[in-house]
T-cell receptor, first 115, second 113 residues
Framework: SQTIHQWPATLVQPVGSPLSLECTVEGTSNPNLYWYRQAAGRGLQLLFYSVGIGQISSEVPQNLSASRPQDRQFILSSKKLLLSDSSFYLC??????????????FGAGSRLTVL | QQQVKQSPQSLIVQKGGISIINCAYENTAFDYFPWYQQFPGKGPALLIAIRPDVSEKKEGRFTISFNKSAKQFSLHIMDSQPGDSATYFCAATTMDSSYKLIFGSGTRLLVRP
């Protein structure tokens, strides 16, 4: 069965420090991968998605970036964190389009607090 | 046109009651409408989903009603239980290869015992 791992679960970082959140998927190949952000009490905002290695699409301009160095690995990064980057970050995956409806499966999330 | 509008923002229901959450969309190209359930500190999980070729889908106590002409869909939770207390998100997408979900803003449901 497929599983998605996301870490770290919680992170407290000072303003101006770098960020690296990692996500890996097991039990599948060539998945679509996504990074979402969820502010407290708010909806889910799509930040980046990837349909393959090295292929990254950005949905929202910001000081975050994403990379996909391997088929099942997705990394969210920042060179210098801002206070406004404090949020709950969610990685997700889906299979490529098939005859049926695809399911978007989320990881457990990473809680980032920037002080 | 990419937005999905969800209401209410919060909902309190007594145990055994019916919880109703509504969503509306503008993009007529959307062809897949899932609902996600999220417990505090966890990632959202798919609850139930519907395609626009049917007007209703039921799974246990959860039912999606879909009105294509009005571009609206809703989630009904029958016999609501305290364990249903969570945040619910509606979403919409087109079934292309990137499968980007557009989420509603969420509804925080509290079911009182």
């Amino acid at each position: 069965s497929q599983t998605i791992h996301q870490w770290p679960a919680t992170l407290v970082q000072p303003v101006g420090s770098p960020l690296s959140l990692e996500c890996t998927v097991e039990g599948t190949s060539n998945p679509n991968l996504y990074w979402y952000r969820q502010a407290a009490g708010r909806g889910l905002q799509l930040l980046f998605y990837s349909v393959g290695i090295g292929q990254i699409s950005s949905e929202v301009p910001q000081n975050l970036s994403a990379s996909r160095p391997q088929d099942r690995q997705f990394i969210l990064s920042s060179k210098k964190l801002l206070l406004s980057d404090s949020s709950f970050y969610l990685c997700a995956w889906s299979a490529k389009k098939s005859s049926g409806a695809n399911v978007l499966t989320f990881g457990a999330g990473s809680r980032l607090t920037v002080l | 046109q990419q937005q999905v509008k969800q209401s209410p923002q919060s909902l309190i229901v007594q145990k055994g009651g019916i919880s109703i959450i509504n969503c509306a969309y503008e993009n007529t190209a959307f062809d897949y409408f899932p609902w996600y359930q999220q417990f505090p500190g966890k990632g959202p999980a798919l609850l139930i989903a519907i395609r626009p070729d049917v007007s209703e889908k039921k799974e246990g106590r959860f039912t999606i009603s879909f009105n294509k002409s009005a571009k609206q869909f809703s989630l009904h939770i029958m016999d609501s239980q305290p364990g249903d207390s969570a945040t619910y998100f509606c979403a919409a997408t087109t079934m292309d290869s990137s499968y980007k979900l557009i989420f509603g803003s969420g509804t925080r449901l509290l079911v009182r015992p």
